[in-house]
């Protein structure tokens, strides 16, 4: 198999909205570390493929499409073999056309989204280059643990999930992956790929662009070995960074934050942990291996979902607010969703959700893209139950859903089951990461 690299710099200019954390007219006013996009891009005989691992918080899927096709007239990769992975900053503009219910002042101008498109001509150059550089690659897979991220649904006495307290008790995706690529020939370095999860909120709400903890670690491994490092979220959706910012709630609820950090402190806390934890298995690999054949695979996974309010309580709920709320700048959150719901029920019923999924796969390693903030059981099941020895999924990847709980997590509660119902009219079922697990297995199976 071929391999290139390459990246580029697409920082934004100071006064755009930063993205995440529900803070509105939060504008940048400098910059912590600059917003990178990544390539390695991947042949072998007539198969080509690209992961790209962007510096942004996620991009919907409309905006892909755009990406990749931009991508494909100039690098000539098929669009449905580009994987976008976002690492889910949130020191980085709103680069997607959605909106969440109670952010009305969230980039009202939609600067963010013309700022993706004004990218896409320098990511699609990236692309170019990675594919120009391509060399017969060998390459050495390593796995460990890692305390880069921490669940951060942690419980009160009662039960109650809330405030984003790391739990280090509570089950989550603590692996890590690497992959060290060298020439063939020569034996030089060619780039460096990483992934485990944790979500990218080192920084806080710090008003300068950053590409928070994961740029901490990208630029320590590659100041230490000279090459561009590809990096790949994994299931963030219950993973926070693993910081040492104290919270107390009150009512017994307090603990190390697992939301957000206190700045760049943090940013680099975490980012020097995970850059440890990496390089202690990069620097003590020794068997590389040449026999890495690229598959791909590309299936529609169809899975459950649901109106969240009945009609019978979206009208309880209308009934409790007077007719002035209509007319608010921002109305309750409550009265908002039981408007959305009434005219959804009013529209034929749509109980299915599908999305796009394309696997990779190389020698031992396979990627599980979702567009989706996954939760941790899921990308354990994938590990536990695939047939390729690393199996990789990833977060925000060609779209962005909202949350992906698990069934245990939706019956808990807590803002990730909340939260998912202010981005999409319709939610998941509870079964439906089950369902979702089970076709993205079937299609590892294929290609391996």
Same mark, same amino acid.
């Given at each position: ?15 755009? $909205? ?57 690098? &000539? ?14 020191? =980085?503009?709103?680069? @997607? ?17 013309? $700022? ?32 880069? &991220? ?124 995970? =850059? ?25 996974? @169809? ?17 409790? $607010? ?21 005219? @959804? ?6 109980? !299915?959700?599908?999305? !796009? ?24 099941? /994938? ?8 199996? /990789? ?17 939706? =019956? ?23 369902? =979702?697990?089970?076709? @993205? ?8």
């Amino acid at each position: 198999m071929q391999v290139g690299f390459s990246s580029v710099d697409i920082t934004p200019e100071l006064g755009i $909205y930063l993205t995440g954390y529900g803070m509105p007219e939060r504008l940048a006013t400098g910059v912590h570390s600059p917003l990178m996009a990544t390539v390695m891009m991947m042949k072998d005989g007539d198969t080509e493929a690209a992961v790209i691992g962007m510096d942004w918080c996620f991009v919907d899927w409309e905006l892909t499409q755009d990406i990749r096709r931009g991508i494909f007239e100039a690098a &000539g990769v098929p669009e449905k073999n580009i994987l976008f992975c976002c690492s889910h900053t949130h020191s =980085a503009p709103h680069t @997607t056309y959605m909106r969440t219910l109670g952010r009305v002042a969230v980039d009202p101008e939609n600067k963010g989204v013309e $700022y993706v498109k004004n990218s896409i001509p320098a990511i699609a150059d990236a692309v170019r280059r990675a594919k120009a550089s391509m060399h017969e690659a060998e390459a050495c897979f390593a796995a460990g643990k890692t305390e880069t &991220g921490v669940s951060r649904r942690g419980m009160d006495k009662l039960g109650r999930v809330t405030g984003f307290i790391a739990d280090p008790y509570a089950i989550y995706d603590s692996n890590m992956t690497v992959v060290r690529f060298k020439d063939s020939a020569t034996k030089e370095d060619i780039g460096i790929l990483v992934h485990c999860s944790a979500h990218n909120t080192a920084m806080g709400g710090d008003r300068r662009i950053s590409s928070d903890w994961c740029g901490v670690m990208k630029d320590r491994i590659s100041k230490h070995y000279n090459v561009p490092v590809v990096f790949v979220n994994g299931a963030i959706g219950d993973v926070g960074p693993r910081t040492n910012r104290w919270m107390d709630l009150g009512k017994d609820n307090f603990g190390y934050s697992a939301g957000g950090g206190d700045g760049a402190a943090s940013a680099e806390e975490v980012g020097y942990r995970a =850059a440890s934890d990496a390089l202690a298995l990069l620097n003590n690999m020794r068997d590389f291996r040449s026999d890495l054949p690229l598959k791909t695979n590309t299936a529609t996974i @169809t899975v459950p979902q649901e109106i969240p309010i009945s009609e019978e309580e979206a009208h309880q709920i209308m009934e409790k $607010y007077d007719s002035q709320t209509e007319k608010a700048v921002e109305p309750p959150i409550d009265y908002q969703l039981a408007k959305i719901a009434l005219n @959804t029920w009013k529209q034929p019923p749509q109980p !299915e959700f599908k999305f !796009e999924q394309t696997v990779i796969a190389f020698g031992p390693l396979a990627f599980a893209p979702f567009p989706f903030e996954m939760f941790s059981v899921f990308s354990l099941r /994938l590990r536990k139950f695939g047939p390729f020895q690393y199996t /990789l999924l990833t977060s925000n990847t060609n779209g962005r859903n909202a949350y992906f709980p698990d069934r245990g997590a939706i =019956a808990c509660g807590g803002y990730e089951v909340s939260c998912r119902k202010t981005i999409r009219p319709y939610v998941l079922t509870p079964e439906a990461g089950d369902l =979702a697990v089970v076709q @993205t297995l079937e299609l590892l199976e294929s290609i391996k």
